[in-house]
Structure formats: structure tokens, C-alpha cells
């Protein structure tokens, strides 16, 4: 399995795309102008407290207030108050919590009015970036993410990761962890801590003590609300969280961010240097690796799928609605339980590859095809498990229901992925659009594969001039592609009539195959 990161960078942001196997699964985006990222740690003031929904907003510099719950506060909660006070007004100057007296805890399911008062000055961290009409969502149970362990302050709690599945392991790294861990201090350890030894988790560690000093050191002078400790840059922390021994190549087209994602992947990976490699072709790096490509034909409406079948992906203020379509495939399967099973199965592939790929979060309903055998049911339900596995947000996934719904909730951060794939329509007037060239090609691929399933001897394809000669013009030209995979040549025929996305084929007698 082969595992690309390729980074595009341009003037003002940094494009990121995750590719397994030549396919997009993941793109995320790094603007200058994103003050609000997850992970960020503001010094912020309480604007007022709503006892209503047990809850406060909070000013932390964005147009609308933060939303802080009461079940966010985390059980330190005045422990921390105390130490804020106490360092923004330069009373303390030990950060180390080695000596600091911690208060008593707030309790499970308080009053957010016994808890907070108006103005009061509170460090926070963005939970969720600021989505739509509502803005961020905070926490005041800080956490600092490092490579192979998150640092909690004002615990003592040390947890392992529960991906971590061995018990021997899990005793190993709690054993090592507790034995660096500072008083004052909780540790979490990331599933990438597996089979790692101390010195690198002690080395992790103090990068993160580090930055927590940084951050105290700041709080003295700092105007309220501001910043106080920013995420990593996007392309260390997609690093941080992401990489692992089977990425097998890193692509980088700007000479500045190839030299700092080098020294960071020879800081956390020695080994895995010289796959950071620095793209100087002329042609632009997204078009070279077909992620472009990818991208037009990933992000519509309705995404094809292998052997015809196709999703069609619905938006809503409250869910996302995708529906699974067997299209006009050809059957080899024996009966209609197993056409849909298996088109089920191919569906739940690419819905997984989707959801990453566009970010989307909160509740998911999928309409599979509906399977009678209960067994099937279930083969598809732990198939979708099996490939959702490898996402990093947290997610939910309930069995089918009799109706063929898969219901799905997941961890949503940040604002969905949603990148526009249709065009002016040329034809046509009042600001009309039609799907992009590149999404016409691959349906007229899919269209050219059925046919030739169906034993058509000669076929000639008739086509708007545009779309002809995208198809026909380079080398090796689409229609060259066509012959090489099918052993079989397609005459591909201009017709000035035709309006833009019209096409059509014939057989050898010069009638149209419907």
C-alpha cells in the first residue's frame, strides 16, 4: 500500500492531499487567514454566563462569542482560574505545577452561575472552529498535542490509547510514562507511541513542558482576549497526526516548507528522511499526481463509483443524506440479493473515502440498497467499520435498519470541504452551469466500458467539438487510453449541433444505441 502526502503552497494557503494507492482520501487546507484553528489556546474574558443552557459565551476576539458548556469545563476548572490570576499578575513565576496547591473540584453536573462570573479572565482552547452561523466551540480542559503523547495540565490522570489493543503493551507504556510524568501533569498516549522507547517519549515530553512555559510566560503581559499558544503550522501537526512507517513518499513544491517538513520528519522519523522530496517540475504539482482530476469528479453531487454504480450526496441544515445507486451496471451476480450486496459494498468504500475527503461531520444517513439476508446486512455493516477505521475523527456507526439506513455521527472541527466542481455553461445563458469537461469524460468512459461488455464489434462516438477534441488530441490521448485497456478503437465524431454535454454512441450500421 502506498501512502503519498503531496503539498501544494501558493501566496496564501497550503493545500494538503493524502493519497492511498494513487487515491484522494484526504485534502485539507492551511489560509493565513484561519485565526481560529483547533487546538489553539486563547487568554479570553467571560462575557456572561446563560443558566438556561448551562453555559457561557466567551469573547475570544472572534465577530460572534465563543460558546462555552458547563461539561466542558473540566473538573479543575478553579484550580486553573487560580493559576491564571496568579500568573497574569505576576505573582507566579514557577509554571512547573510541582508546588501549586490545587483546589477542590467542581462538581460532575454543576451550575455554570456557581462555576463562573461575568468578566472573569479564563485560558480556553478551540474545540470546534467557528461552522456557519455560530462561533467557536471552547474548552477550558486544556491539552497540548505532541508526536507520540498529549500533555493534560492540572491532572494526574495517564491514559493509553484504545486503538492500543495489547494489554502487555498498554502496561509497558503506562509503566514508562508514569515514571517521566512532572507532578501537576496528566499524560495521554497516541496510538503512535506503540513499540517506542523512553528516551523518545521523554524527548516528546519535554517539547511539550516547553511550550507550556512558553505559553505561562506570555500571560503576564497579554491583552485580553489574544492567542497565547497557536496549533503547529498545518503541514507539522498533519504530520504529527498522520504519519507512520508505511508512507512511502512526501511531495512539496515550495523550497521553504520542503526544508521545514524535512527537519520535522528528521526530528520525528530519522529513517523516513529521504522520502521528503522537493517538486520542481514545471507542470503544476496537483496536475502531475491527477488530483485535480480527483477532485472534479469527487466533490459533485453524484459521485460515480466502479462497474456503474453511483452516490448521490445531499446537504441539509440538520444531516447529510447520501444515497446508494446500482446505476445501469451489468449483472454477472446471480440474483438481486447478491447485485446488491455487492454494489453495497462498493458504495461503503468510496462513502468512507468521502466523508474524509470532505470533512463531513454531525449526522450521516446512507439509503443502501435494501438486502433481505440478514447476513449480508451484517457483512456490510462490519465492511464499513473495516473501512472507516483509519479515520482520525471521532465517529459513531449504528447497524442497518430494516429500511437499508446506516446511521453515522461524526466528530465535526471544523467547517466541511466543499470545493465547487461545475462550470459556466457555454451554451446557455443567466448564469446557467453544467458539470465540468473532466466529470463528462469519465461518465462517458463508464458509458464506453458497458458497451463493450455488451460485444459491440464498432463504435463510434459523436460529440460536442470541445469534448472531441479533449478526447482525441495528445499523446497518448484519452481515446489512445480507451484502445490500449479495451483493444478496441473508438471513432470519435464532432457534431457543431450538439450542445455542450451532449453525446451519443452508435454500432457499425450508424444506429444509436440508447
Not at 468578566?119 to 480542559?141: A, C, D, F, M, Y
Not at 492500543?164 to 508514569?178: A, G, Q, S
Request: aromatic share 8%.
Amino acid at each position: 500500500m502506498d501512502k503519498e502526502l503531496i503539498i501544494r503552497s501558493s501566496s496564501d494557503n497550503v493545500d494538503f492531499a493524502l493519497l492511498k494507492d494513487g487515491k484522494l482520501i484526504e485534502l485539507q487546507k492551511d489560509e493565513d487567514s484561519n485565526d481560529f484553528s483547533v487546538g489553539d489556546v486563547f487568554i479570553a474574558k467571560i462575557r456572561k454566563a446563560v443558566p438556561g443552557l448551562n453555559a457561557a459565551f466567551v469573547n475570544v476576539g472572534y465577530e460572534k462569542d465563543a460558546f462555552l458548556h458547563y461539561h466542558d469545563l473540566g473538573p479543575k476548572l478553579p484550580s486553573l482560574l487560580k493559576f491564571t490570576k496568579r500568573v497574569s499578575t505576576g505573582k507566579l513565576k514557577d509554571f512547573s505545577l510541582k508546588d501549586f496547591p490545587f483546589e477542590k473540584d467542581i462538581e460532575k453536573d454543576g451550575k455554570i452561575v456557581d462555576a463562573l462570573k461575568s468578566n472573569q479572565s479564563l485560558l480556553v482552547q478551540i474545540v470546534k472552529e467557528p461552522i456557519s452561523t455560530k462561533g467557536p466551540r471552547i474548552s477550558s480542559e486544556l491539552s497540548i498535542a505532541g508526536r507520540y503523547i498529549v500533555l493534560v495540565p492540572f491532572s494526574s490522570r495517564i491514559s493509553i490509547s484504545q486503538k492500543i489493543e495489547d494489554r502487555e503493551e498498554k502496561d509497558r507504556l503506562k509503566r514508562l510514562v508514569k515514571s517521566i510524568t512532572p507532578p501537576g501533569f496528566g499524560i495521554i498516549v497516541r496510538t503512535v507511541a506503540q513499540g517506542r522507547k523512553v528516551a523518545e517519549l521523554d524527548k516528546d515530553l519535554q517539547n511539550l513542558l516547553s511550550r507550556w512555559t512558553a505559553m505561562c510566560k506570555k500571560l503576564h503581559k497579554a491583552h485580553h482576549p489574544s492567542k497565547v499558544l497557536g496549533e503547529m503550522n498545518k503541514a507539522s501537526s498533519i504530520l504529527r497526526d498522520i504519519f507512520n512507517d508505511t508512507f512511502t513518499s512526501i511531495h512539496v513544491d515550495d523550497e521553504e516548507l520542503y526544508i521545514q517538513i524535512k527537519d520535522y520528519v528528521q526530528e520525528i522519523a530519522p529513517k523516513k528522511e529521504s522520502i521528503v522530496k522537493l517538486y520542481q517540475s514545471k507542470v503544476p504539482i496537483f496536475e502531475k499526481f491527477g488530483i485535480e482530476r480527483q477532485i472534479k469528479t469527487s466533490f459533485g453531487k453524484t459521485v460515480s463509483m466502479a462497474k456503474g454504480a453511483y452516490l448521490v450526496v445531499e446537504h441539509t441544515e440538520a444531516l447529510h443524506v447520501i444515497d446508494v445507486n446500482s446505476g445501469n451496471r451489468s449483472n454477472k451476480a446471480n440474483n438481486q440479493e447478491d447485485t446488491a450486496l455487492e454494489v453495497n459494498l462498493i458504495a461503503a468504500t468510496e462513502m468512507a473515502r468521502q466523508l474524509r475527503l470532505r470533512d463531513m461531520g454531525g449526522i450521516i444517513v446512507v439509503d443502501f440498497i435494501d438486502m433481505t439476508n440478514a447476513e449480508n446486512r451484517q457483512k456490510l455493516f462490519n465492511h464499513l467499520r473495516d473501512e472507516m477505521k483509519d479515520d482520525r475523527a471521532k465517529h459513531k456507526i449504528l447497524p442497518p435498519s430494516k429500511f437499508g439506513l446506516i446511521q453515522i455521527t461524526r466528530q465535526r472541527v471544523r467547517p466541511e470541504m466543499n470545493i465547487k466542481t461545475r462550470e459556466e455553461n457555454p451554451n446557455g445563458l443567466n448564469g446557467s452551469e453544467v458539470e465540468a469537461p473532466i466529470g463528462l469524460v469519465q461518465k462517458v468512459t463508464q458509458d464506453l466500458e458497458l458497451l463493450l461488455k455488451k460485444d459491440y464489434k464498432k463504435l463510434t462516438l459523436n460529440t460536442h467539438p470541445f469534448i472531441a477534441a479533449f478526447l482525441t488530441k495528445g499523446f497518448p490521448s484519452i481515446r489512445s487510453k480507451w484502445f490500449f485497456e479495451h483493444k478496441k478503437w473508438v471513432k470519435v465524431l464532432p457534431r457543431d449541433a450538439y450542445t455542450y454535454l451532449e453525446y451519443h454512441f452508435f454500432d457499425k450500421d450508424g444506429n444509436q444505441i440508447k
